[in-house]
């Protein structure tokens, strides 16, 4: 069995907290070697007095002797009284920090006292209490497109997303969670590859999103609209159908994404086909697939919501989704009417009409002349008299 080490580390955002006084812990996601993902929650002075300790034990990599030498990152010491404004501005420090430090050398980036800081104490495990009057605060990073946690818009205060279990879920490794049937949980993070991070008294862990329903509404209400532009997407590993409406493809294979459905179960289009396919199989075309191809290591794709035996909902109005032949039926009329808009040439450059010579507007036809006696006729008394001499 290889050392223990962290292999990455990624800040969720933090808490707002009121027992035993009001105060601001930090929650990270912390991936270790052997593929698990624990949360911890670490305020702000802890993390400070651990990056004191690590420039102690480091001083040429702190600075401390030759400051051109310094690879250990800077942080900001807390302030005398940290309030809310000044937890969410150091979030961006914090996520720099952190990925800095995962790209120092092993001496430092798997040394004791990093290793020790970040492992899950008894704390990190204690949820909040029915009997507490205020119950924490949760304010989330919201991601950007890429995926990556942003500090630009903080959100929140984030309310929990309550959803119940409509059967039972034996977990398959230490990272996931086991439910029984009518489990209420709190959603932490929804992840597009149908696993959610859940919460439910002193246990957390990662849940199939197909087996919880929102308590308030059907589930299918959450799911975005389709988009039969589609985008391009790479399959990373291949996979064989097993239900009439899902799609086999080998690995390398590119294909629209037409319909990202939360389950983590994606409507794709190959070609004139379109189909299912795991969300964990796929990445977006151009980006780096190493990472996405460590994720399916650690859990296989989700199980679908049609294949989960005595699912008991609580809504009367059963979900509702598009079958797959009124997907091919739109992506076929969509495509066809994208051929016609670009023109009888196709996929290539609309038909352009070829310039026509401008021509030369007519000039006005200049009227003759009219004679003098037409001009006394028709002129005024004051006109008459100045014409009279040359007349």
């Known amino acids: 069995m290889g050392d223990t080490f962290i292999r990455h580390i990624a800040l969720l955002g933090f808490e707002k907290r009121f027992v035993p006084s009001q105060h601001y812990v930090y929650m990270f996601l912390v991936k270790w070697q052997d593929l698990s993902e624990k949360v911890v929650y670490r305020r702000f002075t802890e993390i400070y007095e651990f990056h004191k300790t690590l420039k102690e034990m480091f001083p040429i990599e702190a600075g401390d002797i030759s400051p051109e030498n310094r690879i250990i990152p800077h942080l900001p010491a807390p302030r005398w009284f940290d309030g809310q404004r000044a937890t969410e501005s150091r979030q961006g420090t914090l996520t720099e920090y952190c990925a800095t430090l995962m790209g120092l050398p092993v001496k430092i980036s798997r040394c004791p006292h990093l290793l020790e800081f970040f492992k899950v104490r008894p704390d990190d495990l204690k949820l909040p209490t029915d009997g507490q009057t205020k119950k924490p605060e949760t304010y989330l990073m919201p991601k950007d497109k890429d995926g990556k946690n942003s500090v630009a818009d903080i959100t929140g205060p984030i309310i929990l997303q309550t959803y119940r279990a409509v059967a039972d879920y034996e977990k398959s490794s230490s990272s996931e969670m086991a439910l029984a049937v009518g489990d209420v949980v709190d959603v932490v993070e929804k992840g597009e590859s149908g696993w959610w991070f859940c919460q439910m008294k002193a246990k957390r862990g990662w849940v199939p999103a197909s087996f919880l329903e929102p308590l308030d509404s059907p589930d299918e209400a959450e799911d975005p609209e389709p988009n039969y532009a589609g985008e391009p997407y790479v399959t990373i590993k291949a996979y064989a159908a097993v239900e009439e409406d899902e799609v086999s493809l080998l690995e390398g294979e590119t294909i629209d ?135």
């Open 257 to 391: 994404v037409i319909h990202k459905l939360l389950d983590g179960w994606w409507v794709i289009r190959k070609g004139d086909v379109t189909g299912y396919f795991p969300s964990m199989y796929l990445q977006k075309s151009g980006q780096d697939q190493a990472q996405a191809r460590r994720q399916i290591t650690k859990r296989g794709a989700p199980p679908r919501r049609s294949t989960i035996r005595n699912a008991q909902s609580i809504h009367q109005r059963s979900r509702k989704r598009l079958s797959q032949d009124a997907y091919r039926r739109n992506s076929v009329r969509f495509l066809q009417q994208r051929r016609q808009a670009r023109g009888p040439q196709g996929a290539g450059s609309p038909l352009q009409e070829e310039p026509q010579p401008q021509r030369a507007k007519p000039q006005p036809a200049v009227p003759p002349r009219p004679s003098a006696d037409l001009i006394l006729t028709r002129c005024s008394e004051s006109t008459k008299r100045k014409l009279a001499p040359a007349v």
